[in-house]
């Protein structure tokens, strides 16, 4: 089975047109980047459940990972780094530009395990209630009030449940309210499977960019001098976000305009003649059409019409066409084939000598 | 050999629109689809801010539609605020078919449809019945920004009488309104397609719903493949109407309407919706400033491919 997967894929990379190959790399590239940043936020990390009452006042993150709180807003610009490699060469779909941003940082002051699970909780409480709220009828800003109150209520429970030291005042409330409002919405316009895949990217962001923002690299960096990581992650964005080829994930969405033109490509001989009978019938449609648009055709006023070289020959067959009558029940008429392309005469028409 | 039997028809004159020579389709360079990176880079070089928020904004995209002479649909009233929602009385101003769309709703978010008049209230295509109050409710709900993205505090909500699709392509489909959608460079049309409503799509024209969507050549306005939730289809699944091969009726007026909504609004990369309405012929619904990608798995064809051959650098 893996040797078939494994020839499947070698296909694939030789039919693979530079379209196709080039961003696959470098969406592969970025993806094994992203991964291995991740591993070294996952190295720095000492102790992976452990609740804020055993760091006798240490912050959260001083203690897990040796970020200060005051160095806390450095690694938003890495944040937003990995935002944009997500969005423009995976294509990853999130809810919000910047939201898994936030929550990340909310993670880091809560903790790598403690984070999800809070921010998990608040939003499916948001989540489960949501229905409810929306019966009620009210404006979308109220919505939003009552569910901010809702998840600040949760939070404040989930504090007395685990730990009264719990810093989930940092926690991005608002951000967790618009979540859970643009999961509903989602949910209503493109189905839940659609609206639970966007909140599963929006979390693993989160996921990802928590422990990038944690690794050595990033720590070490912030250490040394706090313009180094604003400047180099902003002349990154600014090189980087020129990227204009195709994310990782248009390729699959995109495979089926090239996959299917190679198997139309491969089945020549029959298919060709197929298409050719195909066109003669419809060729026969048309002038068929031609017909039909000759005898529909309104006649035109004061002028001869001469359908044949014989008409010219002698005056009696030539025929003076009588001028139409206005009728203005016409424009209530069923229209046949109401194409509303000018019917066109099959007839010359000769206004002097010389056109003959 | 299309273009030959068009010439026959039509005289020489018919081919306004300059024809490009695609090549055969299978002769022609794969590198050449558009991705969503590319087209935002080709709407910040064609679209001006300013052109986008127009288009976005239905009601100040009709003005200007309207003052371009292109067709829309009628106005019934704009209501933006209150004030004036406190003034409206659905019983006295509201026709027997109506729609109320939010000005600056996406994606038929927000849009509200009644099919007929029932006593004092109004049946959706459902079946569901609206009495005045849902309807001043619906109207609320969108003047407070409900339907209109995060960034819109306020919105405006637009009614208009309910378009009653042309029966040359309705009968196409079981229910709904079918709509044209035409990609356009400056006023150059690049690829085009019709949405067909299925009882799937619960009579939407929306493709993530499973409605169909099916390719349009532009030189010859016949259908040339169809799609329904990436599957390709011969036939419509309800009605049984043959969708392949079928010539959508003013094809050549809709080209030319397309080309024009881009110009009026200010855009030069956008996407023009289009309905065929029973009294009136081919009506602009809305301009898209993001005109969405899908359209290329639809045709088969690469939006990129095309550009090329109208001479875009994509620089």
Known sequence: MFSDLKSKLKRIKERATPQIRRPFYIGLAVGSF???????????????????????????????????????????????????LARSFIGMRAFGLFTPMLIALAFLQIGPIMGPIVLGTSVLVGMIVAPALLRLRMTRVGFLGVLISLIVLTLVSLQMVFDTQLQVDAFPVVVCALVVERWWRQWEKDGPLDAARIAFNTFILAVVIQFVMVSHVALSLIEASPILMPLIIGIAIAILGRYRGLRLTEIG??????????????????????????????????????????????????????????????TSKRRRVPQAQPNSEAQFAARIGASGRPLKHNAWIIKAEEDV | MYMDIRRKILGEKAD????????????????????????????????????????????????????AGISCTRTIAVIDDYQTLAAFKPERDMPEAWAIKPARGSQGDGILL?????????????????????????????????????????????????????????????DGLP?????????????????????????????????????????????????????????????????????????????????????????????ADIVLDINDGPLVLEVNAHPGLEIQNINQLGLKAQMKLMGEDFK
Request: with cysteine; charged share 25%; glycine share 10%.
């Open chain 1, 253 to 314: 969405r995109f495979a089926p305009i090239w996959l299917e033109r190679r198997r139309i490509a491969r089945a020549k001989g029959p298919d060709g003649e197929e298409v050719e009978i195909e066109l003669t019938l419809e060729n026969t449609v048309l002038a068929a059409r031609q017909d039909e648009a000759k005898e529909r055709a309104p006649p035109l006023e004061g002028m001869w019409i001469i359908n044949s070289a014989d008409d010219l020959k002698g």
């Open chain 2, 179 to 271: 709509d044209l959608r035409v990609i356009c460079l400056q006023s150059e049309p690049l690829m085009g397609m019709v949405r067909l409503p299925t009882n799937e799509s619960d009579g939407k024209a929306n493709l993530h719903q499973r409605a169909i969507g099916a390719g349009v050549s532009l030189e010859t306005g016949r259908i040339t493949r169809a799609l329904q939730g990436g599957k390709p289809i011969n036939v419509h699944p309800d009605t049984g109407s043959q969708l392949v091969g079928f010539e959508i009726p003013g094809w050549d007026r809709v080209l030319e309407m397309a080309g024009k909504c881009g110009p009026a609004v200010g855009l030069g990369y956008s996407g």
């Open chain 2, 16 to 67: 306004r629109r300059p024809v490009v020579d695609r090549g055969p389709p299978l002769e022609r360079p794969l590198d050449e689809i558009l991705g969503i990176n590319m087209r935002n880079a080709l709407i910040a070089k064609y679209n001006p801010r300013k052109a986008i928020e127009k288009a976005r904004d239905k009601v100040a995209a009709k003005v200007a539609l309207e003052a």
């Open chain 2, 114 to 174: 009644a099919v007929a008049k029932q006593g004092r209230n109004w049946v959706k295509g459902s079946g569901t019945v609206l009495t005045s109050e849902d309807v001043l409710h619906h109207i609320g709900k969108i003047v407070d920004g409900q339907f209109s993205g995060d960034s819109a505090a306020e919105d405006a909500a637009l009614i208009e009488p309910l378009i009653i699709a042309d029966p040359g392509l309705a009968d196409l489909v079981p």
């Open chain 1, 34 to 84: 992203l991964l291995g940043l991740v591993a070294l936020g996952l190295a720095n990390t000492e102790s992976f459940f452990a609740l804020p009452s055993s760091f006798d006042g240490q912050a959260t993150s001083q203690a897990i990972w040796g970020l200060k709180p005051s160095n806390l807003m450095m690694v938003l610009p890495l944040g937003s780094f990995l935002v944009v």
